[in-house]
């Protein structure tokens, strides 16, 4: 289900021509020319109902045709130049949080430790981050890949180097906004 707005309508040679837009965020994977075909055809209804086994329905349902001239995007490669080594893939604006499920463990002991991830971008899409800490040893981790808070859950083990407390973890990305540049924030 996609919401669209109507534009303005007009006649050509006596047919009724009205625009509609729909406003998509798109991700491209790789560099190069990337085509969007606007032609579709699509189906709508302005009345719904709601049933008790199939939830809300359309009432008026109809179909149409909708066309557009093809637009061609041309896919920059990711820059090169001041990549952090922490970038997992991540565009967008992302703020991050940790928390730890105990404050105060042995050495040799398991803790969980959550970091969350929010913004906009392509928050599902980047590679789960590594979590590299001095003193501690990574076991696993676990990635919802959740929208529109991701959580990424480590089991940690303290070594016998642990510091009293969990260092700031970092996360960079990529900020598309211009001139884009990497950023790289702190829990």
Known sequence: ???????????????????LSVRRA??????????????????????????????RRPVDRREASVWAAPVVLRVRPLPEEGRPAAFSGAIGRFEISAAVDA????????????????????LTRFETPLLVLDGFHVVGRIDDHGEPRRSIEYEVVALESAPDAVPPLPFAYLDPEPPGRYREVRT
């Open 1 to 19: 289900v996609v919401r669209w707005t109507e534009g303005t309508g007009f006649l050509d040679e006596g047919r009724e021509i009205r625009t």
């Open 26 to 55: 798109l991700v491209p994977t790789r560099p190069g020319e990337l085509t969007l075909d606007a032609s579709v055809l699509l189906a709508y209804a302005t009345r719904f109902e709601e049933d008790l086994l199939q939830g």
């Open 103 to 122: 404050r105060e463990v042995r050495i040799g002991e398991s803790f969980r430790l959550t970091l969350a991830i929010e913004g906009e971008g392509n």
